[in-house]
């Protein structure tokens, strides 16, 4: 039976059942009672996103990123239009020795990660940023895995002292007026060694053809 301020449900079946419960009626409580002789295993899924940014630490990793032009110049912020591009890099470095070690970089609406690997136009061995190749950089072998998804690009490395830089490429896509989410970095294997990067302000979006 379970309970909540929306009534009672009684579950008959001998198989495995699921139900989904807006946030508003979960927070009024939700009751499960078993009447039946056998053990009843129950299995809680939640999610959902912060309404505040995370606070900056630094403790156990420090992360820092930033943007800079496809000219390998640090960009100075205002406006970004549509079609812009930015090469972002991630500077990582950890009090101690992490094998694996995992960093998050999500991006703002509006912007998309370009994969240079897979990109017909220019390759990462084109640019430098800070006399750095950003093809080397990401050759790096202490880099074990990189992906480059739709909302963030994720690395998984080998971090320790010496600090690392990584590289993406961003396009600038949709106008608006976006929140820039902090970099995240942790080990693995041990959920303590974490950290978030310091937050950037909101980006601007527009469109050079006029539109909005």
Not at 58 to 71: A, Y
Not at 120 to 131: H, L, M, R, S, Y
Not at 157 to 183: E, I, N, Q, W
Request: proline share 6%; hydrophobic share 35%.
């Amino acid at each position: 039976m379970i309970k909540s301020a929306a009534g009672e449900v009684a579950l008959n079946s001998k198989g495995s059942e699921s139900r989904y419960f807006e946030p508003s009626l979960a927070a009024k409580g939700i009751s499960i009672e078993n009447k039946g002789s056998g053990a009843l295993w129950i299995e809680v899924e939640a999610s959902g996103y912060p309404l505040k940014q995370p606070v900056t630490s630094s403790e156990k990793i420090k992360l820092e990123r930033n943007w800079f032009t496809t000219d390998g110049k640090p960009w100075k912020g205002g406006p970004l239009k549509v079609g812009d591009m930015l090469i972002a890099r991630i500077t990582v470095s950890a009090k101690q020795r992490i094998e694996d070690g995992l960093v998050v970089d999500h991006i703002p609406a509006g912007l998309e990660v370009e994969n240079l690997n897979l990109s017909q136009g220019p390759q990462a061995q084109e640019f430098t940023v800070d006399k750095v190749n950003v093809g080397e950089a990401m050759n790096n072998p202490r880099i074990k895995h990189r992906e480059y998804r739709d909302d963030r690009f994720v690395a998984a490395l080998r971090l320790d002292s010496t600090p690392m830089h990584l590289f993406y490429m961003l396009r600038v896509v949709t106008p608006g007026r976006f929140t820039v989410p902090a970099s995240f970095a942790e080990d693995m294997y041990r959920g303590d060694i974490r950290a978030f990067g310091p937050t950037t302000e909101s980006i601007t979006v527009v469109d050079p053809r006029g539109g909005k």
